[in-house]
């Protein structure tokens, strides 16, 4: 059974930084492409970071040079870094494992979910 679980997530002021955890179990982690999404109150889920496996990470514009996503294989568990956060930030931050490029049968999975929330 495939489980995602995120954490890091809380209250910051404008400027301020926060560092998101994932821990992934029941798949074979280095195999899987790794991604962060986040969803504001009443929009549509977005895409923040991808980080495929075997590859580099890619950002949306939005959050380029601020934030940083990072992989740790060994651990299981993916990170996003993000500095200089804006009140446009606040979202709820999913964490998210897709193996579809590697077997399309494999699927993706979700986690729970970590607020954020950037006070100006």
């Known amino acids: 059974q495939v489980q995602l679980v995120e954490s890091g997530g809380g209250l910051v002021q404008f400027g301020g930084s926060l560092r998101l955890s994932c821990v992934a179990s029941g798949l074979n982690f280095r195999l899987w492409d790794m991604a962060w999404y986040r969803q504001a109150p009443g929009k549509q889920r977005e895409l923040v970071a991808t980080f495929p496996t075997g590859d580099i990470p890619n950002y949306a514009d939005s959050v380029k040079g601020r934030f940083t996503m990072s992989r740790d294989n060994a651990k299981n568990t993916v990170f996003l870094q993000m500095n200089s956060l804006k009140p446009e930030d606040t979202a709820v931050y999913y964490c998210?494992?897709?193996?579809?490029?590697?077997?399309?049968?494999?699927?993706?999975?979700w986690g729970q979910g970590t607020q954020v929330t950037v006070s100006s």
């Open positions: 998210n494992a897709d193996g579809r490029s590697k077997v399309d049968t494999w699927g993706e999975y």
